[in-house]
């Protein structure tokens, strides 16, 4: 089984950044990707970004593109998600989901079914 615990959300202005943080334990394998969600008030989960454990590849949704950045620290299994010039619409709870394996297709990333585990969620609150 795998743990995942996010942290860092929180109520902020417009413009503002705030970095999440997604911890992973317990039986994770060798190479896996972690990936981004979130769900705004009334509407489906969304993909955000997601990351490769082992080569670092990388993948943004491009309502995020070149706002947010997600990084990784293999060391102490932990996928942050930095975001910055926050907006309104990037209100919701973000979690964090970890799929098994090299990082997919594109088409293959975005889907929730597609990841095996998945953390609580924390709440970024982005006010005008």
């Known amino acids: 089984q795998v743990q995942l615990a996010e942290s860092g959300g929180g109520l902020v202005q417009a413009g503002a950044f705030v970095k999440l943080s997604c911890v992973a334990s317990?039986?994770?394998?060798?190479?896996?990707?972690v990936a981004w969600f979130r769900r705004a008030p009334g509407k489906e989960r969304e993909f955000v970004s997601v990351?490769?454990?082992?080569?670092?590849?990388?993948r943004y949704a491009d309502s995020v593109k070149g706002r947010f950045t997600i990084s990784r620290d293999n060391a102490r299994n932990t996928v942050y998600l930095q975001m910055t010039s926050l907006k309104p619409e990037d209100t919701a709870v973000y979690y964090c989901?970890?799929?098994?394996?090299?990082?997919?297709?594109?088409?293959?990333?975005?889907?929730?079914?597609?990841?095996?585990?998945w953390g609580q969620g924390t709440q970024v609150t982005v006010s005008s």
């Open positions: 989901a970890l799929r098994p394996g090299p990082m997919p297709a594109r088409d293959i990333v975005v889907l929730t079914y597609e990841y095996d585990y």
């Open positions: 990351i490769e454990r082992s080569r670092g590849f990388t």
């Open positions: 317990g039986s994770t394998q060798s190479n896996y990707v």
